[in-house]
């Protein structure tokens, strides 16, 4: 089976031996780079035709190098000056255009490098919460899958903390590759039964007739059946290819798989993507739950959505429950599937009758 490489392999985001190429934008920042080299004794190659700056840094590592320049420049500075990392004695090429950044991004990713060490070690946990038909608050419907990374002295860390690392070390595509996996694993692993809602980045999926088989023969693996697994479109508000969110959503329901939107309601966006998306399952924007049965504005478009929803045939879940006088009005406006903290908290369980 053939895999996307851009999901599949985690890159080293600093290597012990290379070439750092620097194009400063004007004259006195690479004075000042100039100056931070020699204070630690790295020369640097000059040329002038491109203003090109190449240090090599496998003394004393391109960790302290960036440090040593970030004393010296400002941040504008330091987003101005773009930056390649090559391996050692080889120039820059065309293929190589494509990886050039700036030394702020190179800074932010060696930061995040912790990222790829848990990625690598597989140190990724899943928290279930269930979600309930508005029926029957006794036996879940299915649970949503929700990622914790495991710190190398054994703490949490948030969805968050990964995330914002991802974007920092540029391995989103990994993180949400790898975290689909995770969660398909450990909810095998802990016993989850019915339905798994699977999360997942639109923008992490390159190309989903590569960046997906990986998943699917995680799920032949768990030997789940492909129709209880709902891949979750999070993030939706910031999806900017509408057509080609839809060639994500078609090649999971090719592949036997459901999909829903999460945050429908948060702006117009996620409205006007419903006729070509056309999901099975939407999930209603938290904001528009909290304190529902106090807010008129947010009772007609709660109450609107599920009525649009059901005329489309599509179930809807209000998420983000958390008092008792919300989860009465979805009763009462027989919305399809309820879950918040009210009916139950994520754990690394699933929920059990009488757990709260």
């Not at 190429?21 to 004794?41: C, E, N, R």
């Not at 987003?79 to 190179?106: C, F, G, H, V, Y």
């Not at 209000?318 to 008792?324: D, K, N, V």
């Amino acid at each position: 089976m053939t895999y996307c490489k851009k999901c599949d392999s985690i890159p080293e985001i600093a290597p012990k031996e290379g070439q750092l190429f620097l194009w400063p934008p004007v004259s006195h920042i690479t004075g000042k780079i100039l100056a931070s080299a020699k204070s630690i004794d790295l020369p640097v190659e000059k040329t002038a035709s491109v203003a090109t700056l190449t240090i090599n840094y496998s003394r004393p590592g391109l960790r302290d190098l960036i440090d040593v320049i970030s004393k010296d420049l400002l941040p504008e500075e330091m987003t101005a000056t773009k930056a390649l990392i090559m391996p050692p004695k080889q120039s820059p090429e065309i293929d190589d255009i494509s990886r050039i950044t700036s030394l702020n991004a190179i800074r932010a990713a060696i930061g995040a490098e912790w990222l790829g060490d848990v990625l690598r070690e597989s140190r990724l946990n899943s928290a279930f919460q269930p979600i309930f038909p508005i029926s029957d608050f006794t036996a879940p419907y299915g649970h949503e899958c929700l990622l914790r990374g495991v710190a190398a002295d054994g703490s949490e860390i948030t969805p968050g903390q990964l995330f914002d690392a991802a974007q920092s070390a540029t391995l989103l595509f990994q993180l949400d590759r790898a975290a689909r996996a995770a969660n398909v694993r450990n909810a095998h692993k802990a016993g989850v039964t019915g339905n798994l809602f699977i999360n997942f980045t639109p923008s992490s999926i390159y190309d989903p007739d590569f960046c997906l088989r990986s998943t699917i023969e995680v799920v032949e693996e768990c030997q789940i059946d492909r129709s209880s697994i709902v891949f979750e479109v999070i993030e939706t508000e910031k999806v900017r290819s509408t057509s080609h969110l839809g060639h994500i959503l078609r090649s999971y329901r090719d592949s036997g798989f459901r999909v829903a939107l999460d945050d429908v309601g948060s702006g117009y966006s996620t409205l006007n993507m419903l006729p070509d998306l056309r999901p099975d399952i939407i999930k209603i924007d938290r904001e528009l739950i909290d304190h529902v049965d106090h807010d008129n504005f947010k009772q007609a478009i709660v109450s609107k959505l599920i009525d649009l929803a059901k005329q489309l045939g599509i179930e809807v879940i209000a998420e983000g429950i958390e008092r008792q006088e919300e989860l009465d009005f979805l009763t009462e406006h027989k919305v399809d599937y309820v879950q918040g903290f009210l009916l139950g908290r994520p754990g690394p369980k699933p929920f059990t009758t009488g757990r709260a």
